[in-house]
Nanobody
Framework: QVQLVESGGGLVQPGGSLRLSCVAS????????MAWHRQAPGKQRELVAR???????NYADSAKGRFTISRDNAKNTVYLQMNSLKPEDTAVYYC?????????????????WGQGTQVTVSS
């Protein structure tokens, strides 16, 4: 089984910064694409940022210039550095990872979600 555990959320004032982390644990061969999504009250979950195994990155327009996604494959971890936070960034942030499982002969990819971490931007 694979588990994703997020951390780093909390309450921050507008203009502040937070760094979210998501660690994958369990039995797997490698991690594929890794992403952060968020869901604000009354709204649909939306993609914030995504990073592939080759390092290709895409951001939501709302995140460009303020957020930075990165990954550390040796630590099975994906990060989201959030700067210049705004009240509209308030949401539950979820990490989402494609995990490759199997053996040398057969491999498959499965998508996993973390449990979410609350980010609140308020004065």
């Amino acid at each position: 089984q694979v588990q994703l555990v997020e951390s780093g959320g909390g309450l921050v004032q507008p203009g502040g910064s937070l760094r979210l982390s998501c660690v994958a644990s369990g039995t797997f061969l490698s991690m594929g694409a890794m992403a952060w999504h968020r869901q604000a009250p009354g709204k649909q979950r939306e993609l914030v940022a995504r990073i592939t195994t080759s390092g290709s990155i895409n951001y939501a327009d709302s995140a460009k210039g303020r957020f930075t996604i990165s990954r550390d494959n040796a630590k099975n971890t994906v990060y989201l550095q959030m700067n210049s936070l705004k009240p509209e960034d308030t949401a539950v942030y979820y990490c989402n990872v494609d995990v490759v499982r199997g053996n040398d002969d057969v491999q498959w990819s499965r998508n996993y979600w973390g449990q979410g971490t609350q980010v609140t931007v308020s004065s």
